[in-house]
């Protein structure tokens, strides 16, 4: 039994190591040191990345915003922290804080100077999905970290750093912070600002705890107490950072598992055959439902009201619109119904009145070869029936066996057999 375990420990151990595949670290460090500077092509590179994600969040074009996210340097810096405090190499944090500050400011001026002269101001689900930060964003920031510092410091890269990028989404905040910049809407600022300061903190926390899974070197000439303040000044801004984030999801959460309360008491207690709810909303304490069709009773609002509890909607009154407003709506819908009936009477009656100028040329055509003396035959609608008016080339009397077969072929071609034939 010991030895199955201890041979199950060995096979997690070779296909989870780490250290076998670590590069090294002196070339690690010179790579994040030189992806933390912004200055020329870096910055450049920045702020038209920044355009680029402003124009995807102004049209709501999802394939742009992911454009400039797999163009934006962003993750240099925000690495470059993690990695100096991993290892105790405070110059690198100060010039990572440092150009991480710089980057930042450049790119809310960017896209707040965007959206001033931008004529498109209206807020679209795009820019909107980045206000409201969540756990949910926590956990991808720090995932997506952590695949990202293990793609930089191990040798079977891949593909992992675009991923990255676009799954920790450090343009979109940026952009939106500068639209509620630009429009005056502090809440959007507040909220995107948020969003970006938790990838910020999470992707360099994943960074620091990458670095000590895969046994860097620390600088040894700093003191215990010195990586011990740290270490709490980092616990603080962790927690700082999350407390905010845990409260928007817990209301998300109980706002979502209230709106399925409402929907089930609505579907399953007052939803009957002949009544059709309009609406229904939550004000203040109470539920206002919008009801038309056959009326809910007093007894049935009451016995409905009374099991509200079992939905958790102990709390709240039951307030059903309907009588006088119903029979408006019903009044309404009727006149729409007669509407749309008359509607198809006049349509199918102007059909069968403008079908017969079709007809009368079809049949003139091939009367003429079939009855010599026939010059013209035209068909159409007189007080409700249907006539055949023939002329004749010449004014004598046509032989009355001719008469009869040309009205014979005329209701059968019409296929009238009732048809009246005037024959001048």
């Not at 790579?31 to 990345?49: C, D, H, K």
């Not at 680029?52 to 922290?81: C, D, E, F, R």
Request: charged share 15%; net charge neutral.
């Amino acid at each position: 039994m010991k030895l199955s375990i201890r041979n199950f420990g060995d096979s997690l151990k070779y296909y989870f190591n780490l250290l076998s595949d670590k590069e090294d670290e002196r070339q690690v460090v010179e790579q994040v040191s030189a992806g933390v500077v912004f200055r020329g092509t870096n910055l450049w590179i920045l702020m038209f990345a920044i355009l680029i994600a402003s124009l995807g969040l102004n049209v709501n074009s999802t394939a742009v915003i992911i454009g400039a996210m797999l163009i934006s340097p962003l993750m240099g810096p925000i690495i470059g922290m993690g990695l100096g405090v991993g290892i105790n190499d405070f110059d690198l944090l100060k010039r990572a804080l440092k150009n991480y500050g710089v980057a930042t400011l450049i790119s809310v001026v960017t896209a707040t100077l965007y959206f001033l002269i931008s004529p498109l101001s209206e807020a679209r689900s795009e820019l909107l999905a980045r206000t409201s930060p969540t756990l949910y964003d926590v956990l991808i920031a720090f995932c997506g970290g952590a695949a990202g510092v293990l793609a930089l410091t191990t040798k079977s890269k891949g593909q992992v750093i675009p991923g990255v990028a676009i799954a920790t989404a450090l343009m979109p905040p940026l952009c939106t912070a500068g639209y509620g910049l630009a429009t005056a809407q502090w809440s959007y600022f507040f909220g995107a600002f948020y969003l970006f300061f938790i990838n910020t903190v999470f992707i360099a926390l994943s960074t620091f705890l990458g670095v000590k899974l895969l046994r860097f070197h620390t600088n040894p000439s700093l003191s215990p107490e010195r990586v011990q303040y740290g270490r709490r000044v980092i616990t603080v801004i962790l927690i700082v950072t999350l407390v905010p984030a845990a409260v928007m999801t817990v209301n998300i959460v109980r706002q979502n598992i209230f709106e399925r309360n409402v929907a089930q008491f609505v579907d399953y207690e007052l939803q009957q055959s002949g009544t059709q709810i309009l609406s229904k909303k939550v004000e203040h304490d109470t539920l206002r439902v919008v009801a038309v069709g056959r009326t809910i009773t007093d007894a049935e609002i009451a016995e409905s009201s009374s099991r509200m509890g079992r939905y958790s909607l102990g709390g709240y009154a039951l307030d059903i619109i309907q009588g006088g407003d119903n029979s408006q709506y019903l009044s309404l819908i009727n006149q729409q119904s007669n509407l749309n009936v008359q509607l198809a009477a006049l349509s199918a009656q102007l059909s069968s009145y403008t079908q017969y100028d079709t007809l009368s040329v079809r049949i003139a055509e091939e009367a003429v070869p079939l009855f010599p003396d026939v010059e013209s035959v035209a068909v159409g609608r007189v007080g409700g029936e249907t006539v055949a008016l023939v002329k004749l080339k010449s004014g004598d009397e046509e032989p009355a066996l001719e008469m009869e077969q040309l009205q014979t072929w005329l209701r059968v071609r019409t296929r009238q057999p009732e048809l009246d034939v005037i024959v001048r």
